[in-house]
T-cell receptor
Framework: EDKVVQSPLSLVVHEGDTVTLNCSYE??????LLWYKQEKKAPTFLFML????IEKKSGRLSSILDKKELFSILNITATQTGDSAIYLC???????????FGKGTKLTVNP | DTGVSQDPRHKITKRGQNVTFRCDPI?????LYWYRQTLGQGPEFLTY????????KSRLLSDRFSAERPKGSFSTLEIQRTEQGDSAMYLC???????????????FGPGTRLTVT
């Protein structure tokens, strides 16, 4: 059965800390891995990764994919209270357009 | 606002009643998706459309659920004979399929929160 496992499920840090969120997967016919940020309502898109070893970066956020070891990490440096959210990892597979999501990591950044 | 919109944002209904939700995608997007999210879980795929054609349905989508996208623009999701287990956030997303077959990421709407009492 296809699986997306995120860890940790919950994380509490102080402003200014650096955090690393993990996403491991077992899926047939992998096509891409996506990261979304979900605050109160709609998930908002962060990154899409298709190739191993190529870091995607946007401001203080960065992400990388390892297709050999079947995982991705999302790094957030110099965290701010506005980074508090649930971070969702999702996959797409060849032959299907659906996103398969993990349970998410709930990040709380305290001032 | 040019994002994905959903209506209503909240719906409370009694068990056994039928409910219908609407989703308006980003205007040029030809793909539209429905997901369901319960507390502590990531969104679960229900179904998706390319233009007006429903191309994929999850096994989660029982015969009480039906979705339409009659003119390839907005979509409706109907749940008949609601059960308490249907209580969840129903999320709609849209994306753009390009002529070369590549597809951009899915953009989500704010969701409709359904409570079945």
């Amino acid at each position: 059965e296809d699986k997306v496992v995120q860890s940790p499920l919950s994380l509490v840090v102080h402003e200014g800390d650096t955090v690393t969120l993990n996403c491991s997967y077992e899926v047939t016919n992998f096509r891409s891995l996506l990261w979304y940020k979900q605050e109160k309502k709609a998930p908002t898109f962060l990154f899409m990764l298709t190739s191993s070893g190529i870091e995607k970066k946007s401001g203080r956020l960065s992400s990388i994919l390892d297709k050999k070891e079947l995982f991705s990490i999302l790094n957030i440096t110099a965290t701010q209270t506005g980074d508090s959210a649930i971070y969702l990892c999702a996959l797409t597979q060849g032959g299907s357009e659906k996103l398969v999501f993990g349970k998410g990591t709930k990040l709380t950044v305290n001032p | 606002d040019t994002g994905v919109s959903q209506d209503p944002r909240h719906k409370i209904t009694k068990r056994g009643q039928n409910v219908t939700f609407r989703c308006d995608p980003i205007s040029e997007h030809n793909r539209l998706y429905w997901y369901r999210q319960t507390l502590g879980q990531g969104p679960e795929f229900l179904t998706y459309f390319q233009n007006e054609a429903q191309l994929e349905k999850s096994r989660l989508l029982s015969d009480r659920f039906s979705a339409e996208r009659p003119k390839g623009s907005f979509s409706t999701l109907e749940i008949q004979r609601t059960e308490q287990g249907d209580s969840a956030m129903y999320l709609c997303a849209s994306s753009l399929l390009l002529r070369d077959g590549s597809s951009y990421e899915q953009y989500f709407g704010p969701g409709t929160r359904l409570t079945v009492t």
